[in-house]
């Protein structure tokens, strides 16, 4: 059967339209009544929202199977949509599109490989894709925005490159002193078994290896 509106053959056709010959189908009818029926656009969104919190109550397991389906098969918007919350929120200017933002394949930060349906926000995997402005100060622009881990974002986070640097020069210092102290430790543990036994630590040609040996 062809409906009388859009001219598309329905299997069902319920009902006729005021004015308009022949039966209409269900999507020319409910078009035809939130543009021009009063109220119904508001008590059709209602129940519809209604309807649709009792089935996510009463289903939870499929929500939230659907929910990650969703959004693992739309990572893109969902980054976008959320940095375009954050930049309203922060009064930083926004002028992303989908385009703009392709997800690589690696992070270029941590080299480490970008995973899409890992977790979001707070929960997001190390490896969840996220949106890094290079310069904090500027807003999300194509030129300033790159899809980087969500572990390589929370370590750049606010701080500055100097204060990167005193990590670094920090953790080097501190490793170094580890190193400095294993080797001390070692050469205490040698000198006391070279005094116990008259063995001492000599490199083997032959063999590639370190063997204890009894002084010549």
Known sequence: MICSKCREDKSRLPSHLPGLEGLVCDNCRLKWRFENEPGFRARYLRKATANGVKYQKSH????????????????????????????KQQGLSFSLEEGDIPIPERCPVLGVPIKVGQGRGRVASANAPSLDRVNNNEGYTKENTRVISSRANSLKSDGSLEEFRAIVKYMEGELLKELSALGQEQEAAERAHEEKTGERLLFDNETGRWTWRMKP
């Open 60 to 87: 939870p397991e499929k929500t939230k199977s659907f929910q990650k389906r969703y959004r693992d098969s739309h990572t893109t918007q969902g980054l976008l949509r959320r940095a375009a919350y954050r930049a």
